[in-house]
């Protein structure tokens, strides 16, 4: 099968479109054709191996040799241990190792795995899993958003951020968006109530303070984020650099105790059951997955290239010939 495959960190430059071997299901495992793959800042990480994080997998060199999180497609063959699909399903969802989406099959284990509602193109399912987990997660589940409350999302005009500000204006909160010049109306557009130039002002220091603040790209101090959250309020780290995930995990608990307000990381939980949710409110017409633009498979650089230097306004879709 064809794949985009990379042998060393590094820039868009080291990915190639190879020709490699079809993986073959594990047990708990179903073969998928990939119709539809999406980018996430992820694979960006995975790519240049910065932060350092992203070389969990492989310190000096890339183990996993095809990047690529999200994707959607039919299923082709099921392992003899999976359940709830068949050959010939229509699903979306995540790779467990956050890699092996970018090519024309990928083996995914059926728990971060959803059927694919028939009014939904394979694109805009491909769209959904990573982001709207952490959005998710972030504004609901560990958020526990309510109505009324002030939401600001740092990172807000990328994956993540388009359908966080949907997910909190959909609990009645008053949402600020933070992110660079070129996506303020944009964040306007999807129902930001606030929208702040990054470039320009840090929301760490401008005097507001609010109940809820997901963040998806934390570079400051954990006490930077601590004056900016009202008595009680709580902070979700998504991803950022190594010192402030160290800060968070040294500090979070000592800033609990002393003053009540929660910094904390975010840690992903990877469940089919938010996949089902979040197609639902799709469905409804409540969230609309936000493809910002498409490439071909051949083009996975150029499109890692778009999202790397930060023009992505929403999702950037993979889309197989
Ligand atoms: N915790 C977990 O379990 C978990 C699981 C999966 C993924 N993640 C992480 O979650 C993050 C998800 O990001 P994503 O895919 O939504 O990223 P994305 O689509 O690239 O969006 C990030 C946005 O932040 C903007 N930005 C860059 N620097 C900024 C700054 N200093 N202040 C405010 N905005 C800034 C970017 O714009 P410009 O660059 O154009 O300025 C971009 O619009 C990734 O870091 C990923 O590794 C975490």
Not at 127 to 140: D, K, S, Y
Request: contains cysteine; proline residues 3%; hydrophobic residues 40%.
């Amino acid at each position: 099968m064809k794949a985009i495959v990379y042998h060393e960190y590094g820039s868009p430059d080291v990915l190639k479109l190879e020709e490699v071997q079809k993986p073959t299901p594990a047990d708990n495992q179903l073969l998928i054709k990939v119709y539809a793959a999406s980018l996430n800042r992820s694979d960006w990480e995975g790519l240049t191996g910065k932060p350092l994080y992203a070389r969990i997998g492989g310190l000096i060199k890339p183990n996993n040799k095809i990047l690529g999180s999200d994707s959607a497609g039919i299923v082709e063959a099921v392992g003899k241990d999976v359940k709830q699909f068949k050959p010939g399903d229509e699903v979306f969802g995540l790779m467990l190792n956050y890699g092996g989406g970018f090519a024309e099959y990928a083996c995914k284990s059926e728990k971060a795995l959803a059927l694919k509602p028939a009014g939904m193109t394979f694109e805009q399912a491909a769209a959904i899993p990573q982001a709207a987990f952490i959005a998710l997660q972030g504004i609901r589940e560990k958020g526990q958003v309510q109505a009324g409350q002030k939401v600001l999302i740092n990172g807000a005009g990328g994956g993540a951020g388009t359908f966080a500000i949907q997910l909190a204006k959909l609990a009645g909160a008053e949402v600020t968006g933070v992110d660079n010049a070129e996506k303020l109306d944009f964040m306007r557009s999807l129902g930001a109530d606030h929208v702040i130039d990054y470039t320009k002002e840090d929301f760490t220091k401008n005097g507001h303070q609010y109940d809820l603040i997901l963040d998806v790209i934390a570079d400051r101090s954990v006490f930077a984020y601590q004056r900016a959250l009202k008595p009680n309020g709580s902070y979700f780290m998504a991803g950022g650099s190594v010192a402030t995930i160290f800060q968070m995990l040294l500090l979070g608990p000592w800033i609990k105790r002393t003053t009540g307000k929660i910094i904390r990381l975010l840690l992903v939980q990877t469940d089919s059951k938010d996949l089902v949710y979040i197609t639902e409110l799709i469905e409804s017409g409540k969230v609309v997955p936000v493809i910002d633009r498409r490439y071909t498979l051949s083009e996975t650089a150029e499109a890692l290239r778009y999202l790397g230097e930060g023009h992505a306004k929403g999702k950037v879709v993979i889309i197989m010939k």
